[in-house]
């Protein structure tokens, strides 16, 4: 059975990337802290005939990131997990300089080294195994363009796109693939307090996007169709690209 990991997998995008993701694949649901919905999701693909584990940890946890998979893989022997999606993410936004250094460095910790910890790990599984695979990262239109009020995030996901270039090449000869995804303003709690009715006016398709609409991009990323395509951003935007 082929597995499919997708962190920060309770809510949101991960949450729509999992119920998608769950046609093709094992799904591996990746929470930091919210059980109750992490549950529910495996509960969805379950009621669809799909198959799904829990794995809590924190991306931004080394340590725990190497237990949990030690412990997966311990669990499941002769199985293996063909795709990661680098999904979760948050944000700590203020002006430059009133900016702490904990919200420098937890943006930075989760959204950049949190693709680091957990993508390392998984070429680990992955390369010995031969079967290629796909890693997917969630990066932004705020690391194309850069967002005022989002120095931190801003540049933990340019560093995502950076790191994506530069891994595809890497692991090209492995049959692994990797991409990123960059969404423009997603209906998700993420940006639940934003105005939307004013940044509505700005986006070309005239509203923010849904969660399922990122999804279906993440699954042709991780589909047999897309085996040609790696070191790639693929906007999801509605056209908001300035
Ligand atoms: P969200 O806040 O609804 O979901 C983020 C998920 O990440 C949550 O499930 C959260 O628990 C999880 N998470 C956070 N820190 C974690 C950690 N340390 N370890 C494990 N899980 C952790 O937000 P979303 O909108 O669904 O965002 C998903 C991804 O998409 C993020 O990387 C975000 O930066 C990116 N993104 C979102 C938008 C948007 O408009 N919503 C736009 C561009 C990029």
């Not at 990122?214 to 906007?235: P, Q, R």
Request: glycine share 8%; aromatic share 8%.
């Amino acid at each position: 059975m082929k597995y499919a990991l997708i962190t920060g997998a309770s809510r949101g995008i991960g949450r729509a990337v999992a119920l998608l993701l769950a046609e093709q694949y094992s799904i591996i649901i990746n929470y930091h802290s919210n059980s109750e919905c992490a549950q529910e999701v495996k509960q969805l693909i379950e009621e669809k005939g799909g198959h799904a584990e829990l794995l809590p940890f924190d991306v931004a946890d080394p340590k725990a990131i190497e237990a949990a998979i030690d412990c997966w893989e311990a669990a499941h022997p002769d199985e293996f997990i063909s795709v990661l999606v680098n999904n979760a993410g948050i944000r700590r936004d203020n002006v430059m300089f009133m900016m702490s250094e904990d919200d420098w460095h937890s943006v930075l910790d989760t959204n950049m080294n949190g693709f680091f910890y957990i993508t390392r790990r998984l070429l680990k599984h992955m390369m010995p195994r031969r079967h290629g695979g796909r890693i997917i990262n969630m990066t932004s239109l705020s690391g194309l363009k850069g967002m005022p009020g989002q120095v931190n995030y801003s540049a933990a996901k340019a560093a995502l796109i950076g790191a994506t270039k530069a891994l595809a090449q890497e692991v090209a000869p492995r049959n692994i693939t990797v991409n990123a995804v960059a969404p423009g303003f997603i209906q998700t709690d993420m940006t639940k307090e934003l105005p939307e009715d004013e940044l509505k006016k700005l986006i070309p398709v005239g509203r923010f996007g849904k969660p399922e609409e990122v999804a279906a991009v993440v699954a042709f990323l991780a589909s047999d169709a897309a085996a040609y395509v790696t070191g790639e951003v693929i906007n999801v935007n509605g056209g908001l690209y300035t």
